[in-house]
């Protein structure tokens, strides 16, 4: 019974640890964490409490004046 207690105190510990480690991953990405995407971003991962990390769609450099 002590082992348990002692592994779910180690999760309950870890648990944050692992979700800002998400949210750094989508800051490196230059992403945000948000509810929803906006229409020039692309879903990307998912940050803490469920977020979405959306990242900027970069254009693909063709120019349609030519």
């Not at 879903?43 to 977020?51: D, F, I, P, S, W």
């Amino acid at each position: 019974m002590k082992t348990f207690l002692f592994l779910l105190a180690v999760l309950f510990l870890l648990a944050p640890a692992k979700n800002a480690f998400f949210d750094e991953k989508c800051l490196k990405l230059k992403g945000r964490c948000g509810n929803s995407c906006y229409k020039n971003e692309e879903l990307a991962g998912l940050c803490q409490r469920a977020l979405k990390c959306c990242v900027t769609i970069e254009p693909c450099g063709r120019s349609d004046y030519e």
